[in-house]
């Protein structure tokens, strides 16, 4: 069985930052793919951003959406067994609740993420 707590999210102004982290337990995030995926008020869940590494060599994959791409950073700190999201210049539409995942294949789509954390609410406002 595997648990992901989510941390780090709250309300923030419009350019602003915030580092959500994304805590695994039952598996290490050292060599499974670990993705963030968010859902706005009144809108459907989407995919934010993915990371797998494989714990051995530099070799990683990321991938983001193209609507964070550039402002958003997936990381994973292996002692830890955490995953992050790295949030810069923060706009209103950034807005919604942010879950992390775990998979077994880097891919966007959420049918194929296994387990989920229970999400935590991001707010860019002024």
């Known amino acids: 069985q595997v648990q992901l707590v989510e941390s780090g999210g709250g309300l923030v102004q419009p350019g602003g930052s915030l580092r959500l982290s994304c805590a695994a337990s039952g598996r290490t995030v050292t060599t499974s793919v670990l993705g963030w995926f968010r859902q706005a008020p009144g809108k459907d869940r989407e995919f934010v951003a993915v990371?797998?590494?494989?714990?051995?060599?530099?070799?990683?994959?990321?991938d983001y959406a193209d609507s964070v791409k550039g402002r958003f950073t997936i990381s994973t700190d292996n002692a830890k067994n955490t995953v992050y999201l790295q949030m810069n210049s923060l706009k209103p539409e950034d807005t919604a609740v942010y879950y992390c995942?775990?998979?077994?294949?880097?891919?966007?789509?959420?049918?194929?993420?296994?387990?989920w954390g229970q999400g935590i609410q991001v707010t860019v406002s002024s």
């Open positions: 995942a775990v998979s077994k294949r880097v891919t966007r789509r959420q049918s194929e993420y296994d387990y």
């Open positions: 990371r797998y590494w494989n714990g051995v060599s530099t070799y990683s994959i990321t």
